[in-house]
């Protein structure tokens, strides 16, 4: 059984801070490590995917990714309104991907 | 590009029904895949296609689900009989190959199936 841990939240970050999503998981198969966002009643959508140890940038968003612990997490920088959605965390598997429940971020204007 | 695209956007029926979801994949994708969203479970996979063939059907929660794809830009997850506890938000995916490569999923709008 591949099991992928997150808070569920709600976590709370006023607008312009830095906001942590953490997540981590069971396969020490896994390869690459996708973050998705979804708003309420909406789809995921992907923000970014990372596969090598350390971090990755995106804009406002960096992922960092530690093999070893088993762990990866997402850092939103500047933190908008807008950014408020449920995160998940999706680990690659040998076909297919592994989500996590989810952590549901509030950013407080 | 118009997407993934899945029909219909809502569907409620009562129990003993059966269910039919469509899903018209992102054109050149080779894979795809049906999830079932719920508050208490998540996202679960239930079953994906690569090439139109199914690859890994473990997640199909019983008999009563099945899942076709006829030709590479159509598919469907039956549900016969339909039952209460089927009630969630049923999304598919497709991506340009196997996820497990690197491959971005792309997911439709999903089809909030109410059972009654």
């Known amino acids: 059984q591949k099991e992928v841990e997150q808070n569920s939240g709600p976590l709370s970050v006023p607008e312009g801070a830095i906001a942590s999503l953490n997540c981590t998981y069971s396969?020490?198969?896994?390869?690459?490590f996708f973050w998705y966002r979804q708003y309420s009643g909406k789809s995921p959508e992907l923000i970014m995917f990372i596969y090598s140890n350390g971090d990755k940038e995106d804009g406002r968003f960096t992922a960092q990714l530690n093999k070893a612990s088993q762990y990866v997490s997402l850092l939103i920088r500047d933190s908008q309104p807008s950014d408020s959605a449920t995160y998940l965390c999706a680990p690659s598997g040998a076909n297919n991907l592994f989500f996590g429940t989810g952590t549901r971020l509030t950013v407080i204007p | 590009d118009a997407g993934v695209i899945q029909s219909p956007r809502h569907e409620v029926t009562e129990m003993g029904q059966e269910v039919t979801l469509r899903c018209k994949p992102i054109?050149?994708?080779?894979?795809l895949f049906w999830y079932r969203q719920t508050m208490m479970r998540g996202l679960e996979l239930l079953i994906y296609?690569?090439?139109?063939?199914?690859?890994?059907d473990s997640g199909m929660p019983e008999d009563r689900f099945s899942a076709k794809m006829p030709n590479a830009s159509f598919s469907t997850l039956k549900i016969q009989p339909s039952e209460p506890r089927d009630s969630a938000v049923y999304f598919c995916a497709s991506s340009l190959g196997l996820a497990g490569v690197q491959e971005t999923q792309y997911f439709g709008p999903g089809t909030r199936l109410l059972v009654l």
């Open positions: 054109s050149g994708h080779n894979s």
């Open positions: 296609f690569n090439n139109n063939v199914p690859i890994d």
């Open positions: 396969d020490r198969g896994s390869q690459s």
